[in-house]
């Protein structure tokens, strides 16, 4: 077994015991509300921070205009309850129209 077969085992048993925690102390461990509610605003917050990084940057750098532009359009039509093909298709076609027209 070489070094990189090791590595890949050690990380899926890692993952393994990680996921099980959860089920295995379910009801034996006791968390306070306050971290409860500290762990679901962090949830969100972790969410918003992908969602911004992934709208704005692009290999380190300024995405273009296009893109938020894409996203915001994608996340107004989600706000008026579209089907999620519509949301996607719109998003995408916004960002793109736009590239088309020289929007960076």
Do not use: K
């Not at 971290?35 to 962090?42: E, I, T």
């Not at 296009?66 to 298709?89: K, T």
């Amino acid at each position: 077994m070489n070094a990189t077969v090791a590595v890949i085992l050690a990380l899926a048993l890692g993952t393994y015991a990680f996921r099980l925690v959860g089920p295995v102390l379910h009801g034996r461990v006791e968390i306070p509300e306050r971290m409860q509610d500290l762990a679901s605003a962090g949830a969100v917050v972790l969410l918003v921070a992908l969602l911004a990084t992934g709208a704005l940057t692009e290999g380190g750098g300024f995405a273009g205009w296009a893109r938020p532009a894409g996203v915001l359009v994608g996340v107004a039509l989600a706000w008026r309850r579209a089907p999620f093909v519509v949301v996607v298709v719109g998003a995408a076609a916004t960002t793109a129209l736009l590239r088309l027209a020289g929007v960076g």
